[in-house]
């Protein structure tokens, strides 16, 4: 009977366990180096300055393909610095990638102000301030740590906008023209500081310098005015409203006007002679509602998500989940005059072949009530009306006029619905990027015309493969160390 041959023991196991695990000494060196060699991987990392991992389904802390884009032809030396951060604060590092995007544009984190008395004497900047200047050439534009977040005042979430900020930032200082746009107000219960100041906040984060126009004290739509902005009026305008902004219509001026539904007559002349210059009938008292529950949200008929058609404005959109709009009324259309009035009309938004059009709204009914108007109608529309035919031989450029029309007020408004769904999330996002890429359109700068990144709630949103390796850094390899260690525990004790 042959005996059992024993298993030779791995000489180098036990080269280990006799020469170091024994030997405390050389155990602690043994971990000294094993830091040492972590810390040169680490600091040689960081020297790669590589992109931070983002698992955020916003990708909070990456820069979108649409900011690099808008910022990688720039030829003009760009300084970003950020006063009182330090090089590790994660809005430096999404700062950091414009760097990456193009080279013209330098980005430096300033701890201590006092280490830069240029930036001091230039800015009047005080010491433990916190802040971020912008500069290009003579022109700078400064952001407080508050101008990189709003809030949604329906659900008190903080919402990041640092790099809608940042990247409206860069373009306003290298910009050669920034777009004005002036709210009409006095006519409206609509102000910039009452119900759109969101809207306020996003145009100026779109490279747009908004004002307040009081047409009273001006006489007049000011000759900057790229785009005027007329929301719903509560009452007529009265003859100097009505002739300043007849006059800016015939200057070839653009408007945007939203409409919500009203709820009685209104005897508003003035309105409706604005309107007509551009073949829009006066608004009816009344709302659309829907019957085809895939075009409501949360089975609400007065929800409506109305079906989009393709334009330069909704491009970007068309293949979304679409917007919400909330009591919409329809936009009456004079075809028979547009010819006659020289317009062409576009249709952007249509609510569907199975809404109905209420004028009672004693009837609490969902279906349609007899004598209710049904089928499809116009929610949205621009018109465009030629004020002069171009004449080449006569040097002249020809003239237009833009109307963008939506029978909605407040889907661009403070008031936005909160939607605790993820698909109505998502759409009110859009209810913010249609009414964006309307003023984009209207001033004439339709690189700006897109599908915006959404900055609401941060979700971890890691791949499977992702997340299977940060479990595996966060438990496994703990629990190996600790295994480890346990074992070296039970082989030292063993041999004493």
């Known amino acids: 009977m042959k005996e059992r041959k024993e298993k030779m023991p791995n000489k180098f196991i036990q080269a280990i366990k006799k020469k170091w695990l024994i030997n405390g ?12 060699i972590f810390i040169a991987i680490n ?8 992109t931070p991992l983002d698992f955020t389904e916003e990708q909070l802390y990456t820069l979108t393909d649409e900011s690099k884009d808008r910022v990688k032809d720039i030829d003009k030396d760009v300084n970003i610095y950020f006063i009182g951060y330090t090089d590790d604060d994660s809005t430096v590092d999404l700062a950091k990638q414009y760097g990456k995007a193009n080279e013209k544009i330098n980005v430096e984190a300033v701890e201590d102000v006092n280490d830069r008395p240029d930036l001091t004497q230039k800015y009047g900047i005080e010491s433990e301030t916190q802040g971020i200047i912008v500069e290009c050439g003579e022109k700078s534009k400064v952001l407080t740590s508050s101008d990189l977040v709003t809030y949604d005042t329906s659900t008190y979430e903080t919402i990041s906008i640092a790099e809608e900020k940042l990247t409206s930032s860069i373009l306003s200082v290298t910009a050669d023209e920034v777009p004005t746009v002036y709210f009409l107000e006095g006519y409206s219960d609509f102000s910039l500081e009452q119900g759109m100041y969101m809207l306020n906040v996003y145009l100026g984060n779109e490279v747009n310098e908004t004002k307040s126009l009081d047409i009273l004290s001006t006489g007049k739509v000011p ?6 902005i007329i929301t719903t009026p509560s009452k007529d305008f009265d003859d100097v409203a009505t002739n300043s902004i007849l006059d800016y219509i015939n200057k070839g001026g653009n408007i945007l006007w939203l409409n919500a539904a009203i709820a009685e007559e209104q005897d508003f002349p003035n309105v409706n002679k604005i309107l007509e210059t551009y073949g829009i009938k006066p608004f009816e008292v009344g709302i659309i509602r829907e019957t085809d529950t895939s075009k409501m949200v949360s089975e609400s008929p007065d929800l409506i998500i109305p079906e989009m058609q393709y334009s330069t404005i909704t491009e970007d959109l068309y293949n979304t989940t679409g917007v919400i709009f909330v009591n919409a009324t329809k936009i009456n259309v004079d075809t028979d005059r547009l010819d006659e009035l020289n317009v062409e009309e576009n249709d952007l938004l249509l609510a569907s072949e ?16 007899e004598g209710e108007e049904k089928g ?3 929610v949205g529309a621009e018109m465009v009306k030629t004020i002069q035919e171009a004449d080449e031989e006569a040097g002249t450029e020809g003239i237009t006029s833009k109307l963008v029309i939506y029978g909605e007020n407040y889907f661009a408004s403070d008031y936005q619905l909160s939607q605790n769904s993820q698909y109505g999330a ?9 009414v964006l890429n309307s003023i984009a359109y209207l001033v004439d700068r339709e690189e700006d015309i897109t599908a915006r990144k959404d900055t609401g709630t941060v979700t971890y949103t890691a791949t499977e493969q992702q997340d299977t390796i ?10 190996l160390i600790i295994i480890a260690g346990i074992i070296v525990w039970q082989v030292r004790r063993r041999k004493k």
């Open 354 to 369: 199975g809404s109905y059009f209420r004028t009672n709204f004693n009837n609490q009914q969902n279906a349609a009530a």
């Open 43 to 50: 600091l040689g990392m960081q020297s790669l300055d590589l």
């Open 376 to 378: 499809t109608f116009v």
């Open 426 to 434: 998502i759409q009110l996002a859009y209810n913010k990027d249609l």
């Open 25 to 36: 000494t050389k155990t602690t060196i043994l971990v000294l180096i094993i830091i040492a």
């Open 470 to 479: 940060i479990r595996a850094i966060i438990f496994v390899v703990p629990a």
């Open 223 to 228: 000759d900057d005015c790229d785009t005027l």
